[in-house]
């Protein structure tokens, strides 16, 4: 019999499967619990709710893009290559985890309860936060841009994020996140 974390984990990783497939609008418990093989009362022995299971998502992806983004922060030297780090990891994340990334742009969780959305938007401020620090980072080594853009420059770079991660989820992940990226990066910074 699997241990408690374990079926946990399986209940996550089956969640994120269904997650990928463009053509499942809408995860029911039921529909869930028949993928996994077991009943709906199965599942509620792990989670009080499919709520909670969408917030070990966002949990797990909290937990991955921020490691890589405070490792970033630590080791790259330059506040713009911090930055262009930042960005290449968001968009390959989503590339690696296209499931993850329909609960990135809050596409699989419409029909959810609206806290979930708001850990999105308060993930997303977090993320903006983390480029704006980047940004002033530069402007302290001499970067090519002001503190009057700070903040606008961070804003637009997380909507180009935001924009690519829909556009790859929209597309039924045939548009790679990544095409292109080190140029339209280089180009939102001002380097181009």
Known sequence: MPRVADRKLQILQQLAQMLEDPNCKKITTALLASRLEVSEAALYRHFASKAQMYEGLIEFIEQTIFTLVNKISESEEGGLKQVSSMVNVLLSFAKKNPGMTRVLIGDAL?????????????????????????????????GAISALEIEPKGNQIM?????????????????????HSDVQIRMLLGEV
Do not use: C
Request: glycine residues 4%; proline residues 2%; positive net charge.
């Open 110 to 142: 419409v029909h959810e309860n609206d806290r979930l959305q708001d850990r999105i938007n308060r993930l997303h401020d977090r993320l903006e936060s983390s480029i704006k620090q980047s940004l002033r980072f530069a402007i302290n080594q001499g």
């Open 159 to 179: 909507a180009y994020v935001v924009g690519r991660w829909h556009q790859f989820a929209k597309s039924r992940y045939t548009k790679d996140p990544t095409t």
